[in-house]
């Protein structure tokens, strides 16, 4: 019989430890190949004696075992990557020449790593933490990176501050924490005094950096690029990357408790979407604009503290991202993978944004340092999928075999070794440099206020109170008050109102003087490209739905539901006091999915409650179930109940609104389940 197992008693262990052998399974071997006999005991003298040296099985299995470990990530530490695909549906070859982007309908294969900044590779998910979203594009003219972020703009706007940054941010080296968290001294000590931060201040305090899902979060090539054309002309270009379930962002408390509920929460949910055959899906686009348009902004492009707003350049969609296959394996490929921006193709080129340029230098630096070797494109997530060539070998873990003995060019000894070629080669744009050098900032990158401004009046209420909220939270954490006043006195320049709601939630008797900008505050209208809450998508679509169930809950009520919900797009996991099955009002069967105190409502986008009258009165006596609609209340979620959840209802405080349903109103569930309700809030918490 196939499944059959000989169980081995072995010699030396009296029988008490066994090996299962079967001759179906491939021999274990060493790293040379040689059949192991036994994988459970080491050499040994005699039974009761020492362990010999000589046991090479040993020595190799621990070596190798001792050094599994790489350097993590110096920043970006913690990530989650998939492959995919990307498809071009319009094509740019007006601007440029990189097939990636002229050949409609080709599916370019690509990784992608989305990963926080802050934590070491060990910390959670859900830090309130900007995202990296790095692609690596396979194109049949090479590798090309877009290592980007999920929000357009960053702290700082040269590279030279950059090692200051993170040290700020990370955890503090005298005590070695907080980890992953910015609600601290020396990273506001850093901000406050470093006004061109103020903008991404407005980003990170907002809901951006609360994503529900990497599903649900944008992407940002964030610098400036140039597009080349065969004549060499070009074009500047910011890529953009919109999700197609809508941006969704969880709320600060539902954070906090994911975090503890489940530290793989972002990463897990990917995994399972993409192991059940569902799809991570982005519209890819763009913002072209040329030089003499970029002269008559308002601000400098090659700045990366600024966006260029929507309305200004509007962006165009050229195709789309997927994403839809989980590595093979973690290690080899998200924790190898080594994204370089000055990874680029044909057709494209960088622009002169100083903080770009200092990239350039530091990722193949720094992978240098990770992966140990100049080998590291060698391994085969690095390595390019189409043909390439070159003289370059030797070095520590060579893989490849070069055979030949020319390894130079120019050369006269090897007819058919590479050569460089000026019709199909990576070009530079024909740029005149001239000017005095120096270490200087152009006066044009000094306006730090007038976005942040602009971010700020372009958000919706509840993301203006979160915002202020946010801010409280993460200065009331820093114990120096002249740090906490500097913060405020830059707040007052970006809004006087928001300034002054801090102040309040910080408890400052007097509000500090407003700092001085070193440009006027230039009046800019509102964007809705940058609220979360204008830009999120009615639908329960890639969404889950947690329904609580008991022994006697009515089975009919729970099909319903679920195929309400499902129907909807959304996935249902059913959550029980204990894991196994529960036995229905009819006596069928339901399985659980997730046993209640493990499985608490921050998992989910909505719920429902299904109980009989006699497990809705003996949750009320479970914390865990109270606190399970509780939280979904406290969280601007929708709640469906049926008669016998009435009482647990009662017991978590919820009052009744739009978005507390019958349980049997399927259609009125679905619809307050698509959204959050927001008009709810200020019933459940005081905001800043
Ligand atoms: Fe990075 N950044 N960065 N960065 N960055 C790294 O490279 C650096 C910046 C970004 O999933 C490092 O492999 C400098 C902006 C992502 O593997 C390192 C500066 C943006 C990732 C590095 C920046 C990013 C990194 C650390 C200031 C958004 C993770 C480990 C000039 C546009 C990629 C590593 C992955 C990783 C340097 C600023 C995105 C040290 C010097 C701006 C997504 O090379």
Redesign the pocket.
């Known amino acids: 019989m196939k499944k059959a197992q000989k169980q081995d008693s072995h010699p030396g262990t009296g029988g008490e430890l066994h090996q299962q052998t079967n001759a179906d399974h491939p021999p274990l071997t060493t790293q040379q190949g040689v059949v192991i006999s036994d994988n459970q005991n080491s050499l040994r003298a005699h039974p009761q004696g020492p362990t010999l040296l000589e046991d090479f099985i040993l020595r190799e299995k621990i070596t190798h075992f001792d050094h599994e470990r790489i350097p993590e990530?110096?920043?970006?530490a913690r990530?989650t990557g998939a492959h995919g695909f990307f498809e071009l549906t319009h094509s740019l070859e007006q601007y440029t020449t990189a097939k990636v982007l002229t050949e409609v309908g080709v599916k370019t294969p690509v990784f992608s790593?989305i990963?926080t900044v802050a934590g070491g590779s060990g910390s959670s998910d859900t830090p309130r933490d900007v995202r990296?979203?790095?692609i690596k594009f396979y194109t049949s003219q090479g590798n090309w990176d877009i290592?980007?972020?999920n929000v357009p703009v960053?702290f700082?706007q040269d590279?030279i501050k950059?090692p200051d940054l993170i040290h700020a941010v990370k955890m503090e080296p005298d005590r070695g924490f907080p980890q992953a968290a910015s609600a601290h001294d020396t990273f506001w000590d850093f901000i406050s005094l470093t006004p061109e931060s103020m903008h991404m201040v407005m980003w990170i305090m907002s809901d951006r950096t609360l994503a529900r899902s990497l599903r649900m979060i944008e992407g940002?090539?964030?610098?400036s690029f140039r597009l080349l054309d065969a004549a060499g002309h070009s074009t500047f270009v910011k890529f953009h990357w919109r999700p197609k379930l809508g941006l969704q962002s969880t709320v600060w408390d539902e954070t906090v408790k994911i975090a503890g509920a489940d530290p793989d929460f972002h990463r897990r949910e990917l995994f399972d979407v993409l192991s059940a055959g569902e799809v991570a899906e982005w519209e890819f686009a763009v913002q072209l604009f040329t030089q003499a348009e970029a002269d008559k902004f308002p601000f400098n492009h090659l700045d990366?503290t600024k966006l260029i707003p929507e309305e200004l350049v509007p962006l165009q969609v050229i195709g789309r991202l997927v994403l839809d296959r989980w590595p093979d394996n973690f290690f080899a490929e998200t924790e190898q993978?080594?994204?370089c921006p000055s990874h680029l193709v044909p057709g494209i080129d960088f622009s002169n944004d100083p903080?770009?340029q200092?990239?350039l230098f530091?990722?193949l630096?720094?992978?240098l340092s990770?992966l140990g070797t100049v080998n590291f494109e060698q391994i085969p997530i690095n390595a390019p999928k189409c043909p390439f060539a070159h003289q370059q070998r030797d070095g520590h873990m060579q893989m490849a075999k070069p055979a030949g003995r020319v390894a130079y060019e120019p050369n006269s000894l090897s007819p058919d070794s590479p050569r460089a070629d000026r019709t199909t080669g990576f070009v530079s744009v024909a740029l005149d440099e001239g000017g005095e050098r120096g270490r200087v900032r152009a006066a044009s990158f000094a306006d730090h206020y007038s976005q942040a401004r602009q971010f700020w009046i372009s958000q919706s209420e509840p993301e203006q109170a979160h915002i202020a909220s946010a801010l409280v939270f993460e200065l009331s954490k820093v114990a120096h008050p002249h740090v906490r006043e500097a913060m405020v006195s830059h707040l007052l320049v970006i809004d006087e109102v928001l300034g002054q709601r801090v102040a309040d939630g910080l408890g400052l008797e007097e509000l500090p003087a407003p700092a001085t900008p070193a440009q006027p505050v230039q009046s800019m209208l509102p964007s809705a490209a940058l609220s979360i809450i204008g830009n999120a998508k009615d639908t329960l679509e890639g969404r889950c739905v947690g329904i609580l169930v008991a022994d006697g809950s009515d089975g009919k009520t729970v099909a319903a539901l679920k195929k309400a919900v499902q129907a909807a797009g959304a996935r249902v996991k059913i959550v029980a006091p204990r894991i196994g099955d529960v036995v229905l009002a009819n006596d069928k069967r339901l399985a659980v999915d997730g046993q209640l105190a493990g499985t608490p409502s921050v998992m989910f986008d909505a719920v429902a409650l299904v109980l009989s009258e006699d497990a809705g009165k003996a949750l009320c006596r479970e914390a865990a179930a109270v606190d399970f609609v509780r939280d979904a209340f406290g969280h601007l979620k929708a709640i469906a109940a049926d008669a016998g959840a009435k009482a647990l209802l009662k017991a978590a405080s919820v009052k009744s609104d739009a978005g507390v349903v019958d349980a049997d109103d399927h259609q009125a569930f679905v619809v307050a389940a698509s959204t959050r309700q927001w008009v709810r809030e200020k019933s459940v918490r005081t905001l800043a």
């Open positions: 990530r110096v920043v970006h990530g790593r990963s990296g979203f790095a290592v980007g972020n960053f700082i590279a950059f940002f090539g964030v610098h990366a993978v080594a994204f903080l770009l200092g990239r530091s990722y630096d720094t992978q990770r």
